[in-house]
């Protein structure tokens, strides 16, 4: 039996390629503004395309994170002077990623090729998670069981992560002790 | 003489008004409730910031400020991380790093699974501080360079 059934896949199908579009929009439109929401609405996708695949978890984070991201980028980054982009053609740049991106289609179709069936992973540990997360953490929810409980350090590295980076972002960015002009 | 108002219109402020405590109450609870349904610390947090970030937008940075300001979210992102940091330390008092060592409970009630709804609290606290800091950072910090 698949993974993704046939329902599902009538869903995602048309949702993957929404996206890809959304992403194409992002990159080549001229206006600041209007590649901003398209990157929101390439994410919005990824939400329900979570959602489709029985992962609610992760579509809300996906949701509240993509939300956030749009409001950083439209308050901090549209008000600058910088209203479009103006890039011209050029055919050497062209060319020269067309190769790269037919050698990496070349050994990604050989790469692709060797990788387990989708939702049938190789490692047997995922499945003792499944089995006897409820057992051992007593969490209901399998993902919160896994995030804190077996695999507690991955999520404290994380959080020090984003720790970091709040104190990196506010070192650079403070008023205090900043030299006036 | 009222002084010039600061944020968007009324229209915007008055439904601000009536719908940031039900987004705030809604960031606890998706915490508090992460080890039964989806959801957890950094979602629930992530929706907690963006409850004040709403606030920011619609009432301008001042009133923001009264209810939470810099000084404020930085000291609870710390409480957060040494919380987060103190609950995996105390494991080793049990036996390991990480260890769980509260009673589990009865699954699918709200007082079970031991440290984890604790964590989630932790990790509420640091990514709901930390993320507010970072938008007041990127938007406020430079209006505020501007007018002067």
């Known amino acids: ?181 | 003489m009222k002084e010039p108002e600061q944020g968007m219109t009324l229209i915007v402020k008055v439904i601000t008004r009536l719908t940031v405590g039900f987004i705030l109450l809604f960031g606890i609870y998706i915490v508090l409730h992460g080890h039964l349904s989806p959801g957890g610390g950094f979602a629930g947090g992530v929706i907690v910031a963006l409850s004040f970030i709403h606030l920011i937008l619609a009432y301008g940075g001042k009133f923001a400020f009264k209810k939470l300001d810099q000084i404020k979210a930085s000291f609870l992102e710390n409480i957060g991380a040494i919380m987060f940091l103190t609950i995996a330390l105390l494991g080793i008092i049990g036996g390991f790093f990480f260890l769980n060592f509260l009673n589990k409970g009865e699954p699918f009630h709200l007082a079970s699974a031991g440290i984890i709804p604790f964590c989630n609290i932790a990790i509420c606290l640091k990514v709901g501080a930390g993320l507010f800091l970072i938008f007041i950072a990127l938007t406020l910090f430079k209006i505020g360079e501007k007018k002067r």
Do not use: H, W
């Open chain 1, 1 to 181: 039996m698949d993974f993704v059934t046939l329902q599902e896949a009538v869903q995602l199908y048309p949702l993957l390629i929404f996206m890809i579009l959304a992403a194409v929009v992002a990159v080549e439109t001229k206006d600041l503004l209007s590649s901003v929401i398209a990157v929101g609405a390439a994410g919005l996708g990824l939400s329900v395309a979570f959602l489709i695949l029985k992962a609610p978890d992760l579509a809300i984070t996906q949701l509240v994170v993509e939300i956030l991201c749009l409001i950083l980028l439209i308050r901090a980054t549209i008000k600058r002077d910088i209203p479009s982009l103006n890039r011209g053609t050029d055919y050497a740049r062209l060319i020269s990623a067309l190769i790269f991106v037919l050698i990496f289609l070349f050994f990604g179709y050989f790469a692709l090729r060797e990788l387990p069936p989708f939702g049938k992973p190789y490692l047997k540990v995922a499945t003792e998670y499944l089995n006897q997360g409820l057992s051992k953490t007593g969490a209901a929810n399998l993902v919160t069981s896994v995030i804190l409980d077996f695999r507690g350090y991955d999520t404290l590295g994380e959080a020090t992560v984003l720790f970091t980076a709040v104190m990196g972002v506010i070192v650079v960015l403070r008023k205090i002790g900043r030299i006036k002009k």
